[in-house]
């Protein structure tokens, strides 16, 4: 058997139906159903924050599968706690692995598979066809934009601004300090503005990675 991560191979409803703890206690016992479970219930969210991150479908594919892989592989090694910041700071360094691996930065998102529930979004239903290529190109602008964050900012920023997450959750996602969590924001928030205002002088290529390496 191998891991859910579609639709395909869906957990029993009576494990839907666990808490995160539960199901990592079974999926620790030896209960692959338990751990596709986790997998249904989380894969979304780590999707979301790797197509943002690295802007192809076809990678955050790759970096959600080995995600969950890496996930079942190191499952005695979770410490307990929230299963889903312990599964999205994989997600994150595998991200960023992906990025650094070929050199490259988050390239377009016009090919979505579905749309991420996310304030930066390109479809909506009825929409005026003019009004949605506002948007398409209001999208592509801010994709732009991000793409020239250092990786630990673009981050930042995508866990808040666009994933909804709080800054204690980001900082037990990103494994560093809640002031650093609001330092880099800040950071990232005002080099967005000057970029968005054609003011940005910074020389910084797409394939800046980051600022400093997320921690394993």
Same mark, same amino acid.
């Given at each position: 058997? +191998? ?38 219930? #989380? &894969?979304?969210?780590?999707?979301? =924050? ?6 192809? /479908?076809?990678?955050?594919? %790759? ?22 910041? $312990?599964?999205?700071?994989?997600? +994150? ?8 691996? #070929? ?7 016009? &090919?979505? %598979? ?5 304030? $930066?979004?390109?479809?909506?239903? #009825? &929409?005026?066809?003019? =009004?949605?290529?506002?948007?398409? %190109?209001?999208?592509? +602008? ?37 002031? /650093? ?22 020389? /910084? ?12």
């Amino acid at each position: 058997m +191998t891991l859910a991560i579609s639709s395909d191979l869906a957990a029993p409803d009576r494990l839907l139906q666990l808490d995160d703890a539960t199901l990592v206690a079974e999926a620790r016992g030896g209960s692959l159903p338990a751990f596709n479970a986790l997998v249904q219930r #989380h &894969e979304r969210a780590v999707y979301n =924050v790797a197509l943002r991150l690295v802007g192809r /479908t076809g990678a955050a594919d %790759e970096v959600a599968q080995d995600t969950f892989l890496r996930a079942y592989g190191a499952l005695e090694r979770f410490r307990g706690g929230d299963f889903r910041p $312990w599964v999205l700071r994989i997600a +994150t360094n595998r991200a960023y692995d992906e990025l650094r691996r #070929h050199k490259r930065s988050p390239e377009s998102f016009d &090919e979505l %598979e579905y749309e991420p529930r996310v304030a $930066w979004t390109t479809l909506a239903r #009825h &929409e005026d066809p003019n =009004v949605r290529a506002e948007r398409i %190109e209001l999208a592509e +602008t801010l994709t732009a934009a991000l793409a020239r964050l250092p990786f630990d900012q673009r981050l930042a920023v995508v866990l808040s601004d666009v994933q909804g997450y709080a800054y204690d959750e980001i900082a037990e996602i990103t494994g560093v300090p809640y002031g /650093t969590v609001k330092s880099r924001l800040s950071r990232a928030r005002a080099r967005l503005r000057d970029i968005l205002r054609g003011r940005d002088d910074d020389p /910084t290529t797409p394939d800046h990675l980051s600022e400093e390496a997320l921690a394993s």
